[in-house]
């Protein structure tokens, strides 16, 4: 079975750092565009981070720029996501996600992802 699995969520203090991980099993993710997206109470989905297939591609919301970093070593079936100098409003549930095909490009659309996993909670106190 085909599946993603994020996990690294925690509830910290402005400031601080974490890294999110998105274990991929099923098969091998070293040929799809995979990004990260976060959900906070009472709003929609939104775009945080995505990286190309290749890797060499990284896309980041404007509130994240220079603060989150996303990386997809080819050695490990796995996503990262650095997130330094958390703030309040960084509290969400993130998702990690994977494109349905190998080899398209990274975007910054969710429906442009079809594999996702079930999320990992990240509270952010002032």
């Known amino acids: 079975q085909v599946q993603l699995v994020e996990s690294g969520g925690s509830s910290v203090q402005a400031g601080d750092s974490l890294r999110l991980s998105c274990a991929a099993s099923?098969?091998?993710?070293?040929?799809?565009?995979m990004g990260w997206f976060r959900q906070a109470p009472g709003k929609g989905r939104e775009f945080v981070a995505s990286?190309?297939?290749?890797?060499?591609?990284?896309y980041y919301a404007d509130s994240v720029k220079g603060r989150f970093t996303i990386d997809k070593p080819d050695s490990k079936n796995t996503l990262y996501l650095q997130m330094n100098n958390l703030r309040p409003d960084d509290t969400a549930v993130y998702f990690c996600?994977?494109?349905?095909?190998?080899?398209?490009?990274?975007?910054?659309?969710?429906?442009?992802?079809?594999?996702w996993g079930q999320g990992t909670q990240v509270i952010v106190s002032s």
């Open positions: 990286i190309s297939w290749m890797g060499t591609s990284k």
């Open positions: 099923g098969r091998s993710f070293s040929t799809y565009a």
């Open positions: 996600a994977a494109r349905d095909q190998e080899y398209l490009v990274a975007t910054t659309e969710a429906r442009d992802f079809g594999l």
